[in-house]
Every structure is written in C-alpha cells, then in structure tokens.
C-alpha cells in the first residue's frame, strides 16, 4: 500500500532541544515538502526537495533544517533556534516539479512544554 | 501577508443542497489553483484544479470557478453529501521551478447536515 509514513504522531519537547521528524514515502515520487499548520490558519511552506542531495529553503525556514539522502526520506529537524515550534507538521510528496497535486501524510504534532 | 484568503471560516449546509466554497487570492503570478480536503486526524487530501488558462474545471460533483479579474475562486459542490464534512483549503502556485510550492488560504469548516 503506497503512501507517506510520518512518525512519531505526538511529540512533546523540552525547550532548548532539537527533535527530528521522519518521512518515508514509497510513492516513488521525486519531490518532496514540508508544511506547517497552526490553528486558524493554512499550511504554510518549510523546505522542500525535488531531487535527492538537494533541498531548498521554504516561507519559514528558519530554526528548521532537513536532508533528502534518499529519495524515500526527508526529514525535518526541528532546532532549538526555531522560537515557535509547538504546532501540526505535514510531510507530502509529489511525483515532480511539475504538479501542485500533493499526497501528505497523516502529520505529526508537535508540543514544546 | 496572507496572499490566499479564505474569508469563511466555516459553512452550513443542508443534504442534497449546493456547497459554495470562497477563495480570493491577491499575487497576481499565481497561475495555478487547487482545493484540498482535510479530515480530522488526517492530513490533506487532493481535491480538484484549475490552471489560469481555464475559467472552470469540473470533476463529478465538484466545479471551481477561476475569475481571475477579481482574484477569486470558488469551489462548488452538487449535491452535497454528510460525507463532504471536512475542512477545505485553496492554495495556490506560481508554478515555474515547482508547482508544488503550494500558499494555503485558511481553511473553510464545511458541515453538511442529514
């Protein structure tokens, strides 16, 4: 069954910590996204890579950091530079560059305590 | 900045009745349009398109209307079904290097009553 594995779901976080956020995907698509949503308003755009070793830099990069080492995983790192971080990630992916016809997955929720 | 506004945080509607969904947007090279559908506890679902070369795109029950004039899109739904019940999203692309560079507007509660 293809589709997008995001784990952990919940994730609490002492402040000053990083915590990483996995993705796989066996969709076999090439690009890959990270969005963030917080309440009352849309996702919004952290990185995205459309090909394995590459990756660039979203709306809201900052405090984040990411790899694409193989095309099945992207995950995101989430540092202790990021002033916000308590919020709902999404992970998605696409089959290229060429379409806004994303396949998320089922998120992971962040809480800093 | 919001560039992708949802002015209506949620709607009502009655079984078997049009669903009307809003959407205006203000970046002028936006050129492509989607609706995503959202369940709780679950992450966005792909729901229909529409590229800026067109005015109307339709897919089953689901139409959305490009006006792009006024920046606006909608996004309609006939009949609605208790099963539509979700939150709906409109983002946008300027498409160049990767469509999937997606602005999201905020979100429309839609509940469709029996």
């Known amino acids: 069954d293809g589709g997008i594995t995001q784990s952990p779901k919940y994730l609490f976080r002492k402040e000053g910590q990083n915590v990483t956020l996995s993705c796989e995907q066996n969709l076999n698509h090439d690009a890959m996204y990270w969005y963030r949503q917080d309440p009352g308003q849309g996702l919004r755009l952290i990185y995205y890579s459309q090909i394995v070793n590459d990756f660039q830099k979203g709306d809201i990069a900052e405090g984040y950091s990411v790899s694409r080492e193989k095309k099945e995983s992207f995950p995101l790192t989430v540092t202790s530079a990021q002033k916000n971080p308590t919020a709902f990630y999404l992970c998605?992916?696409?089959?290229?560059?060429?379409?806004?016809?994303?396949?998320f997955g089922e998120g992971s929720r962040l809480t800093v305590l | 900045d919001q560039q992708v506004k949802q002015n209506s945080p949620s709607l009502s509607v009655q079984e078997g009745r049009i669903s009307i969904l809003n959407c205006d947007y203000t970046n002028s090279m936006f050129d492509y349009f989607l609706w995503y559908k959202k369940y709780p506890a679950e992450g966005p679902t792909f729901l229909i398109s529409?590229?800026?070369?067109?005015d109307k795109n339709e897919d089953g029950r689901f139409t959305v209307f490009l006006n792009k004039s006024a920046k606006h899109l909608s996004l309609h739904i006939v009949p609605s079904q208790p099963g539509d019940s979700a939150v709906y999203f409109c983002?946008?692309?300027?498409?160049?290097?990767?469509?999937?560079?997606?602005?999201f507007g905020q979100g429309t509660i839609l509940t469709v009553h029996p």
């Open positions: 983002a946008a692309s300027a498409g160049g290097t990767s469509y999937g560079k997606l602005t």
């Open positions: 529409i590229s800026s070369i067109k």
């Open positions: 998605a992916s696409s089959k290229g560059r060429n379409t806004g016809e994303l396949f």
